[in-house]
């Protein structure tokens, strides 16, 4: 007796239920979404079979679909042969090598009276669709190839040698027609899937429209490394635009996240020994980081998002193999590998040396009255100046002195604070604030907080008379004190201090109190501080013969200049002569020169001695780390300073650190 409609176990089971409580088949076919011949037909087959609700506990669903319809492995109705498991066929026919022919031969063999093979071959196909529904794909001749390799190899003999090699057996199938193009390839690299494809298209004589790959790993690889690739080199946008016209359209998310993924597993060489460290600006004057350089390798190592002892320090004791650390003059480094990497020796950077010395020079040149760069205005113009300035303040302290007595003057005559307000313009509250007082008031200053650089003065006059002159690093060690206020606040107070200090007449050496400048002899202006200090540290050899003619005037002009000129010769010639031994008695006829910025630059460098006699001995210095620095801002500027630490991060290391 055929079901009107097969019923899941779970349905049979309910419905079974319902009858026993006495449900009508009407109501039964409501409940469960069926038809009431269906449900009568069930009901007739259950008391066929001696089976009523409650269901014996023991009876499982297979038991159940037997003892309703039909005996174990025979199928009612129309056929009457033995039927395989076809779910089990279907899982087993997606293994590789299996087809149906050879599942139809292992059923023949167990079932020799079941069925042929073309019905055997129907039925599966019949099973197949009633599995979970699936996009039918309509194959149009020409239109599509598939491609793929097979996955198994094939031993190929040598005739001359009997080497046994294997290859690669690559497929290609067009659609329509089942055409299929077969052939053995060394490898499934690029260059062998590119020349499998060129013969394929011979072979069929012609391009289809689309090819359809399998996720095949070697090209999903190499598509992957192009991707990060061009992330590393150009970037998200660009990258877009280059896979785009390379036909393989990748979003520039997809390259940016790609790249960031490359980075994040990068296996970074842990043994580390030659380091240069240095910071770089986030935001120039505001907020900075530092940067790693591997100067053996003369690559990035990492990059870290603040400039700070502690990071530093953490980034160090995390690479114990180091043995040398390259750095700036900055003390923050200094502190850092004391902390992180005790083991490891100091080395001053040359450049920043000279840098300094140059700086120093520059500061000297100025204490005899020039200022920095060539003066606008004549010297008269520059004295009328200041005074106009002076003469402004002393009018605005008058006005006040004036508005205070035409309001007591107003207000004896009898007039009310409205009626004065009207006259002079100024508020009411304005009005009765000044009449309060019995003198113009002055102003007065606010309570000193963080905001103010005056709320860190011991601190800031510690560090000026320990030599920290630096504008930029005396900023950041106040920050760290809780400084909240601005760098050019600081600047302002920092400034005072300098014009101060030049004006003190008794701070000031002989040499430096000839205040007459001194003047090109071919153009007759004379010549900054910022050009003498520049040719000052210039070896005569290197000097055009302009160049010369001045370095000749400022001799003859300015005995602070000679001077410094000797001295500047001769840390030249330590520098380059790989010695440090002249170096302690360079620093004692800095001291004794009786020139401020020289002398206070020949005690840090006693101060830093260590770090300077191995800049002076070893090879290493931080111009690698400047160098990455210059191609950091490069690639920030090209992101609009939008990238943040880890996107500047993986595009700063190299391709070598990132596969």
Known sequence: MPAKRRLTMRQLRHLLRLAGDGTSARNIALTLGIARSTVQDNLKRAAAAGLTWPLP????????????????????GLRR???????????????????????????????????????????FRSFERRLSPTMRQEHVAGDKVFVDYSGKKIAVVDRSTGEIREAEIFVAVLGASGLTYAEATWTQTLPDWIGAHVRMFRFFGGVPRLIVPDNLKSGVNRVVEIVGLLGHSAGGRPGERLMQRLGMPVSDDTILRQLKRDAAGAQRNSEIRVVGIDDWSWRRATSYGTIMVDLERRSVID??????????????????????????????????????????????????????LR??????????????????????????????????RLAHRQSRQEIFEMLHALRHEGLSYSEIARRTGYERRSVANWLKFKAPPDRRRAALNPT??????A?????????????????????????????????????????????????????????????????????????????????????????ARKVDALKQGSEAFAEMRRLAMRFNGILRGKRSAPLDAWIDDAIE?????????????????????NAIELPWSNGQAEGQINRLKTLKRAMYGRAGPELLRARMLPPLHTK
């Not at 039927?83 to 023949?108: F, H």
């Not at 809780?482 to 008794?506: I, K």
């Open 452 to 457: 103010s650089p005056w709320y860190f003065e």
């Open 593 to 613: 020169s009786d020139l401020i910025p020289i002398m206070r630059f020949a005690r840090v460098l006693r101060r830093d001695i260590d770090a300077v006699n």
């Open 57 to 76: 506990g023991d009876l499982t669903d297979d038991a159940l679909e037997n003892r309703l319809f039909a005996r174990a492995g025979v199928k009612q």
């Open 359 to 392: 700086s120093a020079i520059e500061e000297q040149m100025s204490l005899s009255g020039r200022a920095t760069g060539r003066a606008i205005l004549s010297e008269d113009a520059i004295v009328d100046a200041a005074t106009h300035r002076r003469r402004a």
């Open 303 to 356: 990059i870290l998002d603040d400039r700070s002892v502690d990071s530093a320090a953490k980034w160090l004791r995390s690479h114990p193999s180091i043995e040398t650390v390259s750095r700036d003059r900055c003390g923050l480094y200094a502190q850092a590998v004391r902390e992180g990497a005790p083991q490891a020796q100091q080395v001053a950077d040359r450049f920043h040396l000279i840098q300094n």
């Open 81 to 123: 042969r033995p039927e395989p498991n076809w779910a089990q066929l279907a899982l087993e026919l997606k293994k590789p090598g299996v087809t149906l022919m050879i599942l139809w031969e292992e059923y023949r063999a167990i079932h020799p009276d079941g069925y042929g093979y073309s019905r055997f071959c129907d039925l």
């Open 459 to 547: 601190f800031l006059a510690q560090c000026w008379k320990d030599g920290n002159r630096c504008g930029r690093h005396l900023f950041h060690d106040v920050k760290q004190r809780g400084y909240t206020g601005s760098f050019s606040n600081l600047e302002r107070l920092l400034g005072a201090w300098r014009r101060a200090e030049r004006e003190r007449g008794d701070d000031v050496s002989s040499m430096a109190l000839n205040s007459e400048p001194v003047r090109d002899p071919d153009t007759g202006h004379a010549i900054s501080p910022i050009v003498a200090a520049a040719l000052c540290i210039k070896p005569r050899g290197l000097l055009t013969p302009r160049q």
